[in-house]
């Protein structure tokens, strides 16, 4: 039997699970993010994310657990994407679905996203559901990939 992934509005009581995701170590050398001091997580998605109307951001859950969110927020004027699940949830093909689903809700186009270039699981993801790559871009020291999903996607 398959899992249910299922995506729900974003609120102020899953921002315990996302800090908490957050702080993963293995995910923050993947990924190359510096996860934030909790005052400075809770306050940035309190007024960046869930406080500002021009985010676009949804929980993703499977069989009903909280499982992680995905995020599209506005940069000047471009469009970004951004996702992050639990551990506990990677390889499973969880992303693969939440992404598909997002991309259904989420309809500006092009949207960008930048993963860490040897963050290979997530460029694949976002390669298969028609993201292309554009080039590459620093962030401090390290280099990540520009990919671009079309309008016509």
């Known amino acids: 039997m398959s899992e249910q992934v ?5 609120g102020p009581a899953d ?6 995701q957050e702080q993963d170590p293995e995910a923050a050398r993947r990924s190359r ?3 934030r001091e909790r005052d400075a997580f809770m306050t940035h998605w309190t007024t960046k994310v869930l406080g500002n109307p021009g985010v676009f951001v949804q929980a993703v859950t ?8 995905l995020v599209a927020w506005w940069d000047e004027d471009r469009r970004f994407l951004g996702y992050w699940l639990g551990r506990q949830y990677w390889g499973r093909g969880i992303g693969t679905r939440a992404l598909a689903l997002f991309l259904e809700r989420e309809k500006n186009r092009p949207l960008h996203a930048d993963p860490f270039l040897g963050n290979t699981g997530s460029v694949r993801l976002l390669e298969k559901h028609g993201f292309r790559r554009t ?3 620093r962030h401090g020291e390290n280099e990540h990939v520009m990919l671009v999903l079309d309008a016509d996607h």
Request: aromatic share 12%.
């Open 135 to 137: 080039g590459t871009i």
């Open 62 to 69: 499977v069989d009903g657990e909280l499982a992680g969110n």
């Open 6 to 10: 299922c995506l729900r509005d974003a």
């Open 33 to 35: 993010f510096v996860p």
């Open 15 to 20: 921002l315990e699970e996302f800090f908490a």
